[in-house]
């Protein structure tokens, strides 16, 4: 056996126990938060050589604050886990039931995935907070994060078994693949003996690996091309201020804009208002003819690829369209199906907004910055699905269960 099948065997055996932990994953939880705050120090200075390696790499300004930690974002990562401890077990729920004619009483209940698989970049916190899902949902959890933060990752899981076997939870509840390799990443894709799902999360370029080269189900995550589309009826300052923050506030996650659409009627009042709010952060716009034509030469000429992927850092794509139509196919042709806002004073036209628009959130005057299972009230997340079977959008606890139907009989045959 290789080394990633004997760790696909030890988390196949802690899911067993896993199946029936029942509260004793909440006590579990609980230890992994102190220890996480215990060990900060410990996680902070293998944090600091992942730094100083990133920009020996050259990684942005961006990743690197992806991929920081500190006492505050640990202490942040405690309280995650500790959310996550606080919140309803999902396991075990009755989803339907009903008794036949011939006396059979049936039940849909939710039960464990079994074993899941995470592959991620550069965001070690993501270490914490997988884990703490699967662990809650009644998963074991194989973690494959990105070279960029593995002495973090490393840290940060090393704390969290030692905090799961002082619980008397079995090696294999979390386990960390500390070969960064990409031969141990397309490994994980096809451990189909072993792994019941695989949830990649991270850029363009990991996902469209992972769902063509995964031999296991996976659930598609995260890219984020997502879009302000500025209406002619909009509220112009309320429509710079959603647009700073859903660019500024973090470009380097998956909910940040990348592109902003303004209706033809206001664009030589609105984006001038627009950039000197994005100014404030010295954010690059990347625009078309007419949007060079009202700002001037600070503009760089849009190209097709700029209006297509995720920039994940202050540059923001700009168009000016014709119509609310000419923006629907603006989406239709470049939205990820992630998150999209339509700022506008015209109730018709946000109807038609959130109708015609495929994405897993939509939004009317507010920013994108909002798509995220804590801020939607559904406690922490794993990712947020841009696909349409099983999930769709923050992906909680509950999307991290299945369900198996249980029958209760006296003797009944076919």
Request: aromatic share 4%; hydrophobic share 40%; glycine share 8%.
């Amino acid at each position: 056996m290789t080394q990633l099948e004997i760790m696909g065997a030890k988390a196949k055996e802690a899911a067993r126990f896993l199946m029936t932990a029942g509260a004793k994953k909440d006590d579990a939880l609980m230890a992994i938060a102190r220890a996480l705050r215990a060990n900060s120090a410990k996680i902070i200075e293998a944090n600091n050589i992942d730094i100083e390696n990133g920009k020996a790499a050259g990684l942005t300004d961006s990743l690197l604050d992806r991929l920081r930690l500190d006492e505050g974002r640990i202490d942040g990562m405690a309280d995650g886990v500790e959310q996550v401890a606080a919140l309803s077990d999902p396991v075990g729920r009755v989803l339907e039931g009903r008794t036949l004619k011939n006396g059979l009483k049936i039940e849909k209940v939710t039960v464990p995935m079994g074993v899941i698989g995470i592959i991620y970049e550069a965001r070690p916190n993501v270490t914490s907070d997988a884990a703490a899902l699967c662990l809650k949902a009644g998963s074991a959890v194989i973690l494959r994060g990105g070279k960029e933060a593995i002495n973090s990752n490393t840290a940060v899981a090393g704390v969290m078994c030692a905090a799961l076997e002082e619980a008397g939870f079995p090696q294999g509840c979390v386990s960390l693949i500390t070969d960064t390799s990409r031969q141990s990443a397309t490994e994980l894709m096809q451990l189909t003996e072993y792994l019941d799902v695989l949830i990649p999360r991270g850029g363009a370029g990991l996902i469209k690996s992972v769902v063509e080269n995964a031999k296991v189900p996976v659930i598609e995550t995260g890219v984020g091309n997502c879009h302000v589309y500025v209406d002619k009826s909009a509220d112009i300052d309320m429509a710079a201020n959603i647009i700073f923050n859903a660019k500024t506030s973090r470009p380097s996650v998956c909910n940040a804009i990348e592109t902003v659409l303004v209706h033809a009627d206001i664009a030589k009042e609105a984006l001038p208002k627009i950039k000197a709010e994005l100014d404030k952060k010295n954010v690059e716009i990347r625009g078309c003819e007419r949007t060079a034509e009202i700002l001037g030469d600070c503009v760089v000429p849009a190209t097709e690829n700029d209006y297509a992927i995720e920039f994940l850092d202050y540059i923001l794509a700009v168009k000016v369209v014709d119509s609310l139509d000419d923006a629907l196919d603006h989406l239709a042709k470049y939205s990820t199906g992630h998150s999209e806002c339509i700022v506008t004073s015209d109730y018709e036209s946000a109807n038609i907004f959130t109708e015609s628009v495929d994405s897993a959130a939509v939004y009317v005057n507010s920013s994108t910055r909002f798509t995220d299972g804590g801020e939607f009230g559904l406690g922490a997340e794993i990712g947020i699905s841009t696909q349409k079977l099983h999930a769709r959008g923050p992906m909680g606890l509950n999307e991290l269960t299945s369900s198996k139907f249980i029958i209760r009989g006296n003797g009944q045959i076919r």
